[in-house]
């Protein structure tokens, strides 16, 4: 079954998965150009990785709850994508 997901995600100041529970699929992740701040991505080697106001990135077949931020209060991440 093929699922369309868009999501507007809320970030906090501590690091937190962009959804609760699993979720597979091909997403454009991007955090919007009206954001105070970086938004902070924990890397897979525990680095972190800042993503500009604007900045955006396909990735294909990920579970968007590995994926953990953080960022400023009131500063958002964009999903969109699909299970497909």
Do not use: C
Request: hydrophobic residues 40%.
């Amino acid at each position: 079954m093929n699922n369309v997901i868009m999501r507007q995600i809320n970030v906090t100041t501590d690091f937190a998965p962009l959804v609760p529970e699993k979720l597979v699929g091909t997403f454009e992740i991007s955090t919007p150009p009206t954001n105070a701040g970086n938004v902070i991505f924990l890397g897979d080697d525990g680095s972190e990785v800042p993503f500009l106001p604007g900045e955006y990135h396909t990735l294909v077949r990920i579970d968007l709850a590995s994926i953990q931020v953080k960022g400023q209060a009131g500063d958002k991440v964009s999903v969109v994508g699909g299970s497909w």
